[in-house]
């Protein structure tokens, strides 16, 4: 039959390459033999292949059998090969039409008798080949629901191997077996929690709304039982829903984290909460040929929140410095370079020091200078630096619990719809920008002609600045909190109350 070809997907993070697999049998010694940079988990799918042939009820001639991976310089790894490897072996052997199998891209895992198993990162494969111009994509039907997700893509789902040799043109009656399903969970919904139950707190629960609303990171110093957490999980609630390409993206790296995507996008902003034990690899992601993306990434678009921050390794805090800049999470290895989405929010809380009594009104601290300022030290200046919101939180005493449980509450219904005004106002102000948000605009345009704001409405900033309260980072990060306050009431631009109220944000645990 010559040399028949098909197509598969190798990703590497969040980005896919078409791979080209070309299959020939030669009049030598019977042998199966895989070429162009496998791993070992793909270097064993010769195993899987043969066997699960002939437990569908076809036969490979015993000749030697060539299965080339094309581009051969780039590397691949994983059991998502298989499926593509056996069409392209059986289209050489010509049990199946040739012609069919080059204009398909084949996803999933053999199992022994046959039958196809599920594959993480089916999103995004099936994107890349949407995006390469290959509409018709075979998956396992563990698989289908989730790669229907994709837009203008024509899914076909397999149980077995033999039903896709059935649909490539093979001469045999289909048999019908269980399909192997996904065995993950499918996405939690989010749990009904609301603004209201935090009793006090409302200087607090003002900074959540500005944060939420400018998508600025923000930082809670406080001590044990000041509603820090509280707080921290009732942020989410009160941002915005996903749109469709961030609900795409979200969902690809749940997907590549083999967690269940179910049968449709996730449009709320995820919350990721990890230990403090945890390390810098699953934090931001790693792996050394299988780069997996970590909590930074998952949180992509939500909130990553890092309680008990201090007692966080330092070197793994200070490996979030590079994604807050930049939105991106880069993974550098000595054969790859993987690319994650890293646009979360970030939210730090932590304790005054040791024992956490620093500064409470009615608790004494035993921890000496030197063991507060060591613990607070963890933090970096550089981390810190890029915290748009630093505020103190105390705990709620007697008088704030009577006028809190007689008065009205914010509850995040109102806190939702006063977010998302404002983000509809700085969209509008932004549009045809590459920005929507006052958290990504940089501190040029805002000091620029158009929006520069007068000497007298920056004077306390200014005074701030020269006296080396905050840097020029800071400077330009109070003036994004500034415009975010100014969308919240609805003004048109910042007075000097909103750079007043925006610098005591930015400096409220001093």
Known sequence: MGVVRTRAVALLGMDGSIVEIEADYSSQLPSFVIIGLPDAALGEAKDRVQTAVANSGLELPSRRLTVNLSPASLPKHGSGFDLAIAIAALGAAGKIDPTTTEKVVHLGELGLDGRLRPIPGILPAVATAVAAGIETVMVPSGNAREAELVPNARIVPVASLRDAAIWHGAQLEPVAVDPILNSTVSVEESRQIDFADVVGGTDAIEAMVVAAAGGHHAMLLGPPGSGKTMLAERLPGILPDLDVHAALEVSSVRSLSGMAVGDRLQSRPPFEAPHHTATAASLIGGGSRNIRPGAAARASGGVLFLDEAPEFNSSVLDSLRQPLESGVITINRANAVAHFPGKFQLLLAANPCPCGQYGARDSECTCPPAARRRYLGRLSGPLLDRIDIQLRVERVTTAALRISTEGPRITTAVAKTRVQEARAASKSRL??????????????????????????????????????????????RVLRLAWTLADLEAATRPTSDHIGRALYLRKGIM
Request: charge should be positive.
């Open 431 to 476: 549009e045809g920008t590459p920005w929507d948000r006052n958290s990504m605009v940089p501190g040029s345009w805002l000091r620029g002609s158009k929006f520069r704001l007068e000497p007298n409405r920056t004077r306390s900033l200014d005074r701030a600045l020269e006296r080396g309260g905050i840097t020029m980072r800071g400077y330009d």
